[in-house]
């Protein structure tokens, strides 16, 4: 057994492939039994179980051939990154990668010795399944092929194949991963161990050009995207290729001669503003950009997923899927060729990008017809800060959290050394200083700048608008834009613990609810049977005979505790029954909850409510579809138990089931981004962050007694997003403002019931809102 292989294979153990390994770098894979029902299989496809042993052969046959497990899927399924090179001694392997990091750095490089690396992920939504089986055909050809040019083309690139991004809902046919995910958007967010590893992909790799394989979009879909495009693009640097080798893709598949494949659609030329945007970094493509490559989405055009699946004969779906495949087939061999005609260009390019970052350099004014059709639509630029500074001043898990995120993306941080002054501001030692002079800026400020509000640049949006770090997920993080900038910082691979206990011996120790770290801990210690207490303003009291406890959790989810005032009622672990879709039901166990899945059906089915201590509904609940026997029961509950409540499924619940005296108002169903808020100081609203999340946003008028507003719209509602009116000038922010976002309050059942107009835990993604729902299924279930 070779160096390379141990070296793999002991890689390959945490998932962290070896940069140095050389190549090829043969991987035995495990394999998985046979699994007839794999959705594959109908549509003439390769099943899962299928590829270990087909790539196992092939590096056995080729040594241009190399397979890495670069992570394992939801359900523990292996993901392989597949290369096709030529063959390299480690030696030559860390030239490659000095080449690369020269690159980063904005450092020419010199001609023709850097291997040009080329990205193409396949299968991210596993039912659209034949990004897989072309990149196949592909690696087959490339890997056994003896003409000359294969050979050439091998010598002068990296080809890495992202085999199947998402094997879990390839098998089981469905277009989120096993935990409900989709993937395509989950990029900047990072909660999915599939997202983790392509995004590991992406910087390990730096690819000049990259293709993300989806479908189905009838005659084939080839990007670049319509406006808005991302404003922190040095977009000239992208598209000029990206169109370029858009229309060559755009003839390879018409060449193939399929009449369904014969009029692609490429969104930068054939669709109106926003239709297709490329505003937000939450796809892949989007988000590779700002590790310089040039990306493209690719919708292969033949249905072949759903009702289609479903409906037609195996017969015609296989002859759609292989006209499917022969598209992905023909669009990554023209992006090969495009790459390595233009690889000197492109490798400038993407130089550029880096070195224009790392000096601090304005973005480019692109001029109007810079290629066919840029005009006033297509500009959007920004203003990059000096720098952003996170500090510890409202949660130091926040803080901490933030700083790992921003690394693990590749974003540099350094840590203050000593105290040091920015802008006039004293900062202490241990802040953390994110310089924006750094080649990937672009990737830096697109997390922690605000956004904007682009209601008035595109009449539609193809998903969210607005997110921001900096904002939704609370850490303390202040903007500085220009001025005399001298500090002394070490680079950060990791935020420095946080956990804190600040008071005396033996006194009693309160923690604020102000993170989610703050709720695992409390879950934590409520888990052991600690006798916790709850103040007013949401507190939580650990006594002082507790401080071994509490500082384990102290260390584990580096949360503070400070000296603790008298007071407070005591405080149980709750349990939770939730109506709820897969991103809250994860923020929800994460957070420390015992968690029980319900649903009309699982309602009308019969449920044990003994042990129940709030109800949270954000989707598939029906109080009215309800049989007598449920209704029962649950009204029953309603009388000792909590209850909040999500998004027009939970106001309908609430109106329903005669809770709280508030009427909920639907704003314009598109509308979505980071929004301002105000605080009230009631239970929910105290310690909660000034900003907030909205998708189909709602707000409550016509208050009962004794409803308590826990936080409003802010006069300015849209901080980043997109919000209009409807075409009836209602639901438009305008309407949204000053008004009620979430409220509180006592039902004349006696149920203490939480009603959230806001999405506090939209796709895993605004952390620092998570704290909010905590505080009111403890307020609601706490009597």
Sequence with gaps: MDSAFLSVQAAQGQNRPDRYAGYPRKTSLRTYPENAADKSIKLGLQPYHALAPKLNALQQKSNRVSVEVVGQSTLGRDLYLVTLTAPESPAETRLQEWFRASVEEGRKIPDGLYKAPIWINNNIHGDEWEGTDGALRVIEHLATSDDRETKNLLQRSRIYFNLTANPDGRVAGTRANNAGFDLNRDFVTSSQPENRAMQDIVERTQPLMMLDEHGYVANTLIEPTTPPHGQNYDFDLYIKHGYENGLRMEKAVQALGHPEAAKPEIPFRDYPVGEWDGWAPIYTAQYSMYHGAVSYTIEIPMRVNRADYDNLPAQELQRRSKINTDVVEATIKTTLDYVDDNRKSLIANQTEMFRRGANGEKQ?????????????????????????????????AATARLVDQLVRHDVRVERAEKPFTLNGKKYAAGSYVVDMHQPKRGLANVMLEQGADISDKAPVMYDISGWSHRLLWGASVDIVKGGQFRFD??????????????????ADLAITLTDQKDVSAVNDLLGRGLELRSQDDGTVVVPGRDRSAAKEVADRYGVRFTAAKPGGQPLQRKTIAAAVSADELQVLRESGFDVRTISTAVLNAGFDWSRIDALYVGSGLSY???????????????????????????????SDAKLLQATATAGWEDANGVVNVVNGNGPIGTNALPHSFVYSPQWFTNLGTGVTVEQRYGSTVIAAGHWHARDNGTGGQDAAAGQAAVVSGTATNGARVVLFGTEPMFRNHPKGLYAQVARALFWSSTR
């Design 364 to 396: 480019r004014n692109i001029p109007d017809g810079f290629v066919p059709g840029f005009g006033p639509e297509d500009r959007f630029t920004t203003e990059f800060p000096r720098a952003y500074v996170i500090t510890n001043d409202r949660s130091p």
């Design 489 to 506: 910082g070490k680079p950060v691979t990791a935020a420095t613990p946080t956990g804190e206990i600040s008071a005396a011996p033996g």
């Design 624 to 654: 009215a579809g309800l049989n007598a026997t449920a209704k029962a029961a649950l009204d029953e509950f309603l009388k000792r138990g909590g209850v909040v409540t999500r998004g027009a499924t939970g106001s309908r619940f609430n």
